[in-house]
């Protein structure tokens, strides 16, 4: 099956500190990139939708000044948490769709990112 | 009403049982189905699509009913390799590309 993968697969910062985290489709072409947060013992929520060579689409109550997206290739999408604080700790998973697919999505290993 | 409400769960069943998972969601406009598993500390992955017959794919049988909103999971002979969390994931708008989850069901099957 396709592959995604993230990297840093996990990180601890300081708070006011930005973050960087990447997201690759390693063997398919992905238009279209999902970012996800999870926090314990809740389910995934979306964050944004990221099109390649287009301004991501946020969701409502996520922060696009905080949380900013690049999606500049068809393989490569990042999101950079800036300022972190505390509250910002989470797992972070990106998907990615497949030009040619229309519902399937694969994710990334995640991110685990502790704000200290 | 949340999007998409689980069992709360958590299952804990012997080896070999049968166990169900339930669903509903919110959205009758709803075109796609799925069941994913997460391992702890892991990404979720796909188990399998929910199609509007059922479908089946070895120990794991998928049911839809739309009139419902209502989805199924029904895991037989489980398997200690099961553990793990369930969660229910529907495509909420017809060519939408955005998911919703569940917050998902942990089942832990013991020897």
């Known amino acids: 099956g396709a592959v995604v993968s993230q990297h840093p697969s996990w990180v601890i910062c300081k708070s006011g500190t930005s973050v960087k985290i990447e997201c690759r489709s390693l063997?398919?072409?992905?238009?279209?990139m999902f970012w996800y947060r999870q926090f314990p013992k809740q389910s995934l929520m979306l964050m944004a939708t990221?099109?390649?060579?287009?301004?991501?689409?946020?969701e409502q109550g996520v922060e696009k000044d905080k949380f900013l997206i690049n999606h500049a290739s068809l393989t490569l999408s990042t999101l950079t948490v800036t300022s972190a604080h505390p509250e910002d700790s989470s797992f972070y998973i990106c998907s990615a769709r497949e030009a040619t697919s229309t519902d399937t999505q694969y994710f990334g290993p995640g991110t685990r990112l502790t704000v200290l | 009403r949340k999007e998409v409400e689980q069992d709360p769960g958590p299952f804990n069943v012997p080896e070999g049982a049968t166990v169900a998972f339930n669903c509903t969601y919110s959205?009758?406009?709803?075109?796609?189905f799925f069941w994913y598993r997460q391992d702890c500390r892991k990404e979720p992955k796909l188990l399998m699509s929910v199609y509007s017959s059922g479908n089946e794919d070895g120990r794991f049988t998928a049911q839809l009913n739309r009139a419902s909103q209502y989805i199924s999971l029904l895991i037989r002979d489980s398997k200690l390799s099961d553990s793990a969390t369930y969660l229910c994931v529907v495509n909420m708008e017809g060519g939408s590309e955005k998911l919703v989850f569940g917050k998902g069901t942990k089942l832990t099957v013991n020897p």
């Open positions: 959205n009758s406009a709803s075109q796609s």
């Open positions: 990221s099109n390649e060579g287009s301004k991501a689409t946020y």
């Open positions: 063997d398919f072409q992905a238009t279209t």
